[in-house]
């Protein structure tokens, strides 16, 4: 009995030593270039910067628009890498005896054939449920950039992004260590862990990666005004690197700062000194930028004057990017040798906004990279404290936008329900936010997150690009068009308030007018006899604002205009808004010098014709100064921005009840002979609506034979106003054909929905 338990106890001793044995082999012949490498680094101070999370962007109710999502994504390491079909240096051949990009092309598609063959890519394939076409190109991607010599052979590089999370878990779990693994010569057998299914093999060079991704859960809806998502690119690096911050366009800001210095007269120099409290010439662009925004607003209105305009907008957009303290130091050169031990000195969320509320409140969304110190040995190497403790990643501020889903929704079904390009904006024209600014054709932000990998992805950007209908464009602010009749509400305003013409002043309309030789035609060469101000709305004369034009001149117009928001920007919180134009003096000066100015020329401008133009945002903006009583909006789309003052009135009630006057007759009269131009798409075989509508129509000339743009500007209810909104369909025909049954759709689903109560409550 005790020889057999001495037997028993022997071989348990012996069977635990040499698993003792085995692991210090293990540890001592296998992986003994592995502990070395740790070794060595265990006296080294390091640094590691930790990416911040970029802030949500909602609606004004609280519902997602923009989000950082999950993302579990595979990479490879090109020098770990064992592929039977391809080697690193075809791919690197093939690049390099590429006449052009399209023989590139033709022989990486034919490498991505071989390698879709391959056997790891088809096993990858498999365990990951993606075609091995999809990784075949993700992977040719992959080795290009390390065979350009964008990524070392060492650095994992992402090939396939957005894996299932539970095939993702499976791959990384068979990835990670082989002595555990189950069935793959581990010091336990296969049957003990009784697996449900046949364990996935091992892809040398495979590394599973967990990263967060840009996620617009909308796809196409609200596009142009949340915009696009890139990444820094190196001058943009470079320039963080030496000033700290990510000034928009900078050289040619500069370019623009240094014309305006050469023309500078002393009396100019002298204002601009005293208020600016230091010499101008010697100022950067960011001197005065940073000088600007400690004016007040008497300061800025004398800004303004003094022809900042343009350089007082840009100190009022926040900046792309303005590094903070922990960033500044691991970008900057204190303790450069000791943190580029452990990373490259660059950030560690490279995204950057590149178009709409994505770019302009890129700074508040980006939030703030961390930074985790490995060895206490660090902390002690820095004299300013900062690295006295680890420092958490900041996440990016939340931002709620003023966007209403019901007007949003309702705008960009009316402008897809026919196929020109168009805008609608919908503005409260109390406050001025926006509850709709939509543009088509439109495009799905999720094409532009980074990294835009993968022939399927880079073809499809491609298409969207070469697009000539330009679905990139954000036409209700970016760009600007000749307005047409919508002209003439600010026409009939700035004629009643310079006292031009009387509100019940009559002017016959002959069915055209001839100045220089040339006839000036009504609408549709009709002639409509004696008419005053309502009837001239209701039935778009030309004739009557031709004359009420011409008594006022160009530069009378012109201070009208600017202040009531055409000719220039409208403050936005979108990047790129067009300013449009009103050709005052000052701007034929600058754009045609040699230009002879005529009364014909007062003529054009007074109809919206000529050289002016204006984006849809400020038609929407100078309606609704019409709506609220006469004063002019900011419109904006931050729904938590500071509040700020209601602007004082400019126009008059002695001004605004004649024009109001007009723009109800013009949608709600329908006499025969006298019907207003927008009548029939209101009231003429579709269902009313539960409140009046008030606006003007408007047919812009195009040159090249074109057929002209269609314009719909007005405000609802009539009686008491809630909101503003224009509608604008490119080279669409009749504004009272096209682009009035346009706002009649949007207005009739949005009565039909909850926001109904809204709007029926103010009018009554």
């Known amino acids: 009995m005790f020889r057999h338990r001495v037997r028993i106890l022997s071989a348990v001793l012996i069977a635990a030593t040499c698993a003792v044995l085995l692991r210090l082999a293990q540890l001592q012949l296998w992986r003994h270039e592995l502990y070395v490498a740790a070794r060595d680094h265990q006296g080294r101070p390091r640094a590691e910067p930790l990416a911040p999370k970029r802030g949500e962007i909602a609606d004004r109710d609280g519902r997602v628009l923009a989000a950082d999502v999950p993302s579990f994504d595979l990479a490879v390491r090109a020098d770990k890498l064992k592929l039977e079909a391809l080697t690193l240096e075809e791919v690197r051949e093939a690049r390099r005896r590429a006449r052009d990009e399209a023989a590139r092309k033709t022989s990486f598609a034919a490498l ?160 601009l000194r005293a208020l600016l409290a230091a010499d101008p010439r010697g100022l950067s662009v960011e001197g005065v930028l940073a000088a600007l925004r400690e004016l007040d607003e008497p300061g800025r209105r004398q800004a303004v004057a003094l022809g900042l305009e343009d350089v007082l907008r840009w100190s009022d957009a926040p900046p792309r990017i303005a590094l903070g303290e922990t960033e500044r130091f691991w970008l900057g050169e204190d303790l450069e040798a000791l943190l580029r031990r452990a990373a490259p000195a660059t950030l560690p969320d490279l995204r950057l906004g590149e178009s709409g509320v994505e770019a302009y409140y890129n700074q508040r969304l980006r939030g703030e990279s961390g930074l985790r110190l490995a060895l206490g040995a660090a902390r002690n190497l820095d004299e300013t404290g900062l690295l006295e403790r680890d420092v958490a990643a900041r996440p990016g501020d939340a931002l709620r936008l003023t966007i209403s889903e019901a007007w949003q929704r309702a705008a960009e079904g009316a402008l897809a329900s026919q196929e020109r390009p168009g805008a609608l904006v919908v503005l409260d024209c109390a406050s001025g936010e926006v509850l709709a600014l939509a543009s088509f054709p439109t495009f799905d932000p999720n094409l532009f997150v980074p990294p835009r990998e993968g022939q399927a992805r880079q073809a499809a950007l491609q298409a969207l690009l070469a697009d000539e209908r330009q679905a990139l464009l954000n036409r209700a602010s970016a760009n600007h068009y000749p307005l047409g009749s919508v002209m003439k509400v600010l026409i009939a305003a700035a004629a009643l308030e310079e006292g031009s013409i009387g509100p019940g002043q009559t002017i016959c309309c002959d069915g055209y007018l001839v100045e220089g030789g040339r006839r000036f035609h009504c609408d549709g060469a009709h002639a409509h006899g004696l008419v005053d101000l309502d009837h001239a709305l209701r039935r778009s004369c030309n004739v009557y604002f031709f004359k009420a034009g011409g008594r006022l001149g160009a530069e009378r117009i012109a201070v009208w205009a600017h202040a009531l928001g055409l000719g220039r920007r409208t403050g936005l919180d979108l990047p790129a808004e067009a300013g449009g134009v009103i050709p005052d003096k000052a701007w034929r000066a600058r754009a045609l010098p040699d230009l002879r100015w005529s009364l014909g ?49 400019i126009l008059s009630a002695r001004t605004l009840d004649p024009i109001r006057k007009g723009l109800y007759e013009a949608v709600n009269v329908g006499i025969p002979g006298q019907m207003g131009t927008a009548f029939r798409a209101f009231h003429q075989g579709v269902e009313p609506l539960p409140f009046r509508v008030a606006g003007k129509t408007g047919t812009a000339d195009v040159t090249g034979n074109k057929t002209p743009h269609a314009w719909f500007a007005g405000y609802a209810p009539a009686e008491r106003p809630r909101v503003a909104f224009c509608v604008f369909v490119e080279n669409g025909g009749h504004g009272g054909d096209v682009a009035a049954p346009l706002a009649y759709r949007m207005l009739k689903e949005v009565a039909a929905g909850p926001e109904a109560s809204w709007l029926t409550e103010r009018s009554r």
């Open 601 to 649: 020329k007062d003529y054009l401008l007074a109809i919206g014709q000529g050289y002016m133009n204006a984006t849809p945002l400020q038609a929407a903006c100078l309606l609704a100064s019409v709506a609220n009583g006469g004063r002019p909006v900011a419109p904006r789309l931050w729904a938590d921005a500071p509040p700020q003052a209601p602007a004082a009135p």
């Open 112 to 271: 991505a054939l071989r390698l879709a063959r391959d056997p790891w890519v088809q096993g990858v394939a498999a365990q990951a449920a993606r075609s091995p076409a999809e990784l075949s190109d993700g992977l040719l991607d992959a080795l290009d950039r390390v065979a350009r010599g964008w990524e070392r052979p060492s650095t994992p590089v992402v090939f396939l992004h957005g894996m299932d999370p539970a095939a993702w878990t499976a791959l990384r779990a068979a990835q990670e260590d082989e002595f555990f693994a189950p069935g793959a010569g581990g010091l336990l057998p296969a049957a003990t862990f009784a697996p449900r299914h046949e364990p996935p093999a091992r892809f040398p060079g495979l590394v599973c990666r967990s990263s967060v991704r840009r996620e617009y859960p909308r796809g196409t809806y609200l596009a142009h005004v949340l915009g696009t998502l890139g990444e820094l690119q190196p001058a943009q690096l470079a320039q963080l690197r030496a000033r700290g911050t990510l000034v928009d366009r900078l050289a040619a800001r500069e370019r623009y700062w240094s014309r305006l210095q050469a023309a500078w007269t002393p009396a100019q120099l002298d204002a």
